[in-house]
């Protein structure tokens, strides 16, 4: 190896390993072969299987002229998905995340399929059952999708008879007859989770203090204030007439030499730069939220009291607001004070003990609008079940269909086990072609 801390002059200073040509070579050979949606992320998981010893994401041979695809889901891929994770039985969910990952497909899809299948292990997923719903995703019916299953799980080289044991046919079949896909359904994830895959995602934001939001309000106070302070100086108009005053223009040459310093002493309200705020001790500030609390508990103690004084002594609160209520439909010129009155009355005294004031103006609403708020209550509330649960909407999927009965199941495996007794325990794509054959799904007529 040469040093590098040595000046090159000339190419042959590089040194090249002899085998990075041959890299090279069956690095272009297979992105050609493969055709993969994102060339980079492709790459990347190519040379991280061949530095781990694994067989990277290839496909067999070039797919022409383009097949039918599920979100880039393709027969290729699916033997390829069988050459890197060969001889498993079964396989954990973060493994067969990477390699699904590294096929150049979607992390929603996968979720989705795991879903579909019902399958409750991250740790062991059984992995000739999952191969046979990639492959229910990519036909039309439940026949088409047993005849790619056998071509993808067989040993045999590509164009032969594509045959398979009889227990893993009647094991398969038998998984996709139990299945219902005739329509979309929305089916909870309970196991499948990011957690397991220590993927990132934001943070759920931050909920203000009480004390954080009474300053908010404060200041929004203030500016109201400070706006109606200056309409009304617009709408009263200059105190001065001055018509005829001559006003000139600030000396330039004099503001060139201000430094900043001095422009920051002259501007009101804004610190110099040598200011340091003082440090306010925890304990202060709790003491101060404290007492901010206490005055907040009297004020709505008092406005509680207040209301309730004006009630007559021997009347209860129903008979008072009965009256009251007999008022506002005699009394149409003070309508609108008397319901006001009565609204308040009846937001403080449902209020419960210590509730903030803001509460009121949740309480002082029209019936219409209260049931609107149930409405949207209600429906917030099933949102964040459903978020909680994390429900996955899945599709229909022809390949798979609705449930088939079970004696049909049975009649099928039956034929199959006959046709296997001949064919040293295989049975192959031309016994389902055959006419003996039962229907594989119920066709309707």
């Known amino acids: 190896m040469p040093d590098f801390n040595d000046d090159m002059y000339c190419s042959q200073q590089i040194c090249i390993p002899p085998t990075f040509p041959y890299l090279l070579r069956q690095y272009a050979k297979a992105a050609i072969r493969t055709q993969p949606a994102d060339l980079l992320r492709w790459s990347t998981a190519y040379f991280r299987c061949l530095a781990l010893n694994v067989p990277p994401p290839v496909k067999p041979r070039l797919e022409y002229p383009i097949p039918k695809s599920h979100f880039g889901l393709t027969p290729g891929w699916l ?4 050459y890197q994770l060969q001889n498993n039985l079964t396989v954990s969910f973060k493994v067969l995340w990477d390699r699904w990952i590294g096929a150049c497909l979607q992390h929603e899809n996968l979720i989705e399929i795991l879903v579909l299948g019902g399958f409750a292990d991250p740790n062991a997923i059984p992995w000739f059952r ?3 719903l990639c492959a229910g995703h990519l036909t039309e019916n439940l026949t088409q999708t047993m005849v790619m299953v056998c071509e993808i799980l067989t040993e045999e080289p590509e164009g032969g008879s594509a045959t398979v044991p009889l227990e893993v046919f009647a094991d398969l079949y038998g998984f996709l007859a139990a299945i219902d896909a005739s329509e979309p359904q929305r089916l909870a994830n309970l196991y499948f989770t990011d957690s397991l895959l220590s993927l990132y995602r934001e943070p759920p934001p931050a909920v203000a203090s009480e004390s954080t939001i009474e300053i ?9 204030v400070s706006e109606e302070e200056k309409v009304e100086e617009a709408e009263a108009g200059p105190v001065e007439d001055l018509v005829g005053v001559v006003i000139s223009c600030p000396d330039i040459a004099i503001d060139d030499n201000k430094t900043e310093d001095d422009f920051m002493a002259e501007t009101v309200g804004r610190p110099s730069a040598d200011y340091q705020s003082p440090v306010v001790p925890a304990e202060v500030i709790a003491l101060e939220n404290a007492d901010l609390e206490e005055e907040r508990q009297q004020q709505a103690d008092e406005s509680v009291d207040t209301l309730i004084g004006y009630m007559p002594e021997r009347q209860g609160i129903a008979e008072y607001l009965e009256e009251v209520q007999k008022c506002e439909v005699e009394e149409e010129g003070g309508e609108e004070e008397v319901d006001e009155d009565l609204q308040k009355l009846k937001a403080l005294l449902e209020m419960a003990p210590g509730a903030p004031e803001a509460a009121v103006d949740e309480t002082v609403l029209s019936d219409a609008s209260m049931e609107e708020r149930q409405d949207m209550v209600s429906e917030e509330g099933v ?5 909680r649960l994390n429900y996955i909407l899945v599709d229909a999927i022809p390949g798979i269909g609705p449930i088939v009965p079970h004696e049909l199941v049975e ?5 199959m086990k006959e046709c296997s007794v001949a064919q040293h325990g295989m049975v192959m794509p031309r016994n389902l072609r055959h006419f003996r054959c039962p229907p594989l799904e119920v066709v309707h007529v």
């Open 79 to 82: 033997r390829a998905l069988m």
């Open 130 to 132: 999952f191969v046979a």
């Open 216 to 224: 908010e309000e404060e200041v929004v106070e203030e500016e109201a």
């Open 383 to 387: 949102d964040e079940v459903e978020q």
């Open 411 to 415: 009649d099928v495996k039956k034929y």
